[in-house]
């Protein structure tokens, strides 16, 4: 009897095991479905699968410092003489065994020689605290602005100069749009942790990346 429910315990783990692959090979084929309707809608080009080298050019940013099994999927990209900017499937897991977790979200980058701004990063207050300060930097509070330090955590290498970058329009946007956005060495990346846009949205998040990409280069050749 023993041996019988022995037997029977890794026939249904080995089915659970099988469903879990079937899930996810349709999770994956749809996602890959929804990035190439939109890669098709605005004429850039696809890839399912990316290699290591964009993980390697975006190896400074926190977002990809945690966690193991990086992986880069669904990746769409066009470049002008000026910018590059790509969007793409960002995968890793945390855990191991049955304490497993792999996270998933969507993740737009942009490169360009004029987005010299000092380091920084950015995000909405409910993620990370305070007191939970990266390596090298130092959270930027504007005294004026007690609601924008209620919403966003800033962090920066550069105290002064990162407030030299955000005046008041600066400030007032980023109380409204509380995306994730990181920008170091001519790179910029814009996300939401843990958040695979779907179709309809992945236009509007595109859109709202460029137009915190415009914002930023605007404020870097302003003199100051």
């Known amino acids: 009897m023993d041996g019988l429910i022995f037997l ?9 095991t099988i469903i879990g692959a079937i899930v996810n090979h349709l999770r994956d084929k749809k996602r890959r ?3 190439t309707t939109f890669a098709n809608q605005i004429g850039l080009d696809y890839l399912p699968q990316a ?3 964009l993980l390697r050019r975006l190896a400074g940013f926190r977002i990809f410092a945690s966690g193991r099994s990086k992986k880069v999927k669904n990746l769409i990209y066009g470049a002008t003489d000026e910018e590059a900017m790509c969007i793409f499937d960002y995968q890793y897991s945390v ?3 049955k304490n497993q977790t792999i996270h998933r979200q969507t993740i737009i980058s942009i490169e360009s020689a004029s987005f010299t701004l000092p380091n920084f990063v950015l995000k909405p207050g409910g993620i990370f ?3 939970n300060s990266i390596p090298g930097m130092k959270t ?3 005294d004026l602005y007690p609601d924008f330090s209620k919403r966003q955590i800033l962090q920066a290498r550069d105290e002064e100069a990162i407030k030299k970058i955000f005046d008041d329009r600066l400030i007032r946007y980023f109380e409204e749009n509380q995306f994730c956005v990181e920008a170091t060495n001519g790179k910029m990346v814009c996300y939401i942790p843990k958040r695979s846009f779907r179709l309809e949205e992945i236009r509007y998040f595109m859109e709202k990346a460029f137009e915190i990409y415009r914002r930023l280069v605007e404020r870097a050749l302003v003199p100051n």
């Open 95 to 97: 855990g191991s065994g």
């Open 140 to 142: 930027v509070e504007f």
């Open 8 to 16: 029977i315990i890794l026939l249904l783990g080995g089915l659970m």
């Open 33 to 35: 479905e929804i990035m």
């Open 129 to 131: 605290s305070k007191s």
């Open 51 to 53: 290699d290591s080298s």
